[in-house]
């Protein structure tokens, strides 16, 4: 259609027919476990994106200053390249964890009269007005981190659960500042419900790409620790779909870790993972009456150790 000013000026004055929407299907995936679909669909919505995302640059890059288009072109088809792979890392990194599992879809079945806002989980205790400091070297700079259980109480979907705070500077300026609310069982386990993930960059607040909580966009709680451990326990930590998918394993049960802060036995050991970054792995360390007291970055090797604790 050519637009004339008349025929702009006639549009308005009518209504448009607009055209009727073709009915799509609902996915399904019925050879799959609940687990496995989940994953499967999350697979194809990253693709998905990808192509999205392409089909935009390319508009972009005709709309381009001379000369520029080109290169756009190649950075978009770059980009395309590295989202598809991406794509098919979590796949198989969901597909695993499927495995470990067992298949089924996460829905934990839990009543809010079953947690207190306590937590004295012996390898994940939380003082309320304590502070755990932790500090390493890393590629980014220094790394100094204070983590300190607050007095304050909130309610998440029902849930009465304890904010601690997580402080991140690198080489003395802020980096992150994470609020994290966890509230323990009545068997001893501590769970997770929800996340402020704040980062910062030159000092101004850059993203809070990772917050989430209980009940708000089909985002559930997970373990962030048992009460009883054994070799081979698995569980997630932390579920929204594409945004918190962290999940461990137990590793070893009578660890012995030597930090700054002393020499601890018996300590839990697991390995930290999330699908959304298929590649990073961590080992963590929890003494027993202490909590967390070493973090090893698989990758890079980087420790964060516990160099004190004080009120």
């Given at each position: 259609m050519?637009?004339?000013?008349?025929?702009?000026l006639a549009v308005g004055a009518t209504t448009l027919a607009l055209p009727v929407a073709t009915h799509v299907a609902f996915p399904s995936f019925a050879s799959d476990s609940d687990c496995e679909s989940v994953a499967r669909a999350q697979?194809?919505?990253?693709?998905?994106?990808a192509e999205a995302d392409l089909w935009l640059a390319a508009a972009n890059a005709k709309n381009a200053p001379d000369g520029e288009a080109a290169a756009r072109e190649a950075a978009a088809r770059a980009a395309?390249?590295?989202?598809?792979?991406?794509?098919?890392?979590?796949?198989?990194?969901?597909?695993?964890?499927?495995?470990?599992?067992?298949?089924?879809?996460?829905?934990?079945?839990?009543?809010?009269?079953?947690?207190?806002?306590?937590?004295?989980?012996?390898y994940f205790p939380h003082v309320p007005g304590q502070t755990m400091v932790y500090?390493?070297?890393?590629?980014?700079?220094?790394?100094?981190n204070e983590v300190t259980t607050t007095f304050d109480v909130v309610t998440i979907a029902g849930f009465g659960v304890r904010a601690i705070e997580d402080v991140v500077l690198i080489d003395g300026v802020q980096a992150e500042h994470a609020t994290d609310y966890f509230a323990q069982r009545a068997n001893g386990d501590v769970w997770y419900f929800g996340e402020v993930s704040r980062e910062f960059e030159d000092g101004f607040l850059d993203s809070l790409e990772g917050s989430w909580r209980t009940g708000k966009d089909e985002a559930k709680p997970g373990i962030v620790m048992l009460q009883d451990n054994h070799v081979g326990d698995v569980y997630r930590q932390e579920y929204l779909i594409d945004v918190a998918e962290d999940v461990a394993l137990v590793l070893a049960t009578d660890a012995t870790?030597?930090?700054?802060?002393?020499?601890?036995?018996h300590c839990v050991k697991t390995i930290e993972f999330a699908a959304l970054e298929p590649d990073?792995?961590?080992?963590?360390?929890?003494?027993?009456?202490?909590?967390?007291v070493l973090i090893v970055d698989l990758g890079t090797g980087d420790r964060l150790e516990l160099v004190d604790v004080h009120e």
């Open positions: 050519h637009w004339t000013l008349a025929k702009l697979r194809n919505a990253a693709e998905a994106q395309f390249d590295e989202a598809k792979d991406l794509a098919r890392a979590q796949f198989q990194a969901r597909d695993q964890v499927c495995e470990l599992l067992g298949g089924g879809k996460y829905d934990p079945a839990l009543s809010p009269g079953e947690f207190s806002t306590t937590i004295d989980n012996p500090e390493g070297n890393s590629a980014d700079g220094f790394v100094h870790v030597q930090v700054p802060f002393g020499t601890f036995a990073a792995f961590e080992w963590k360390f929890y003494a027993p009456n202490v909590g967390l």
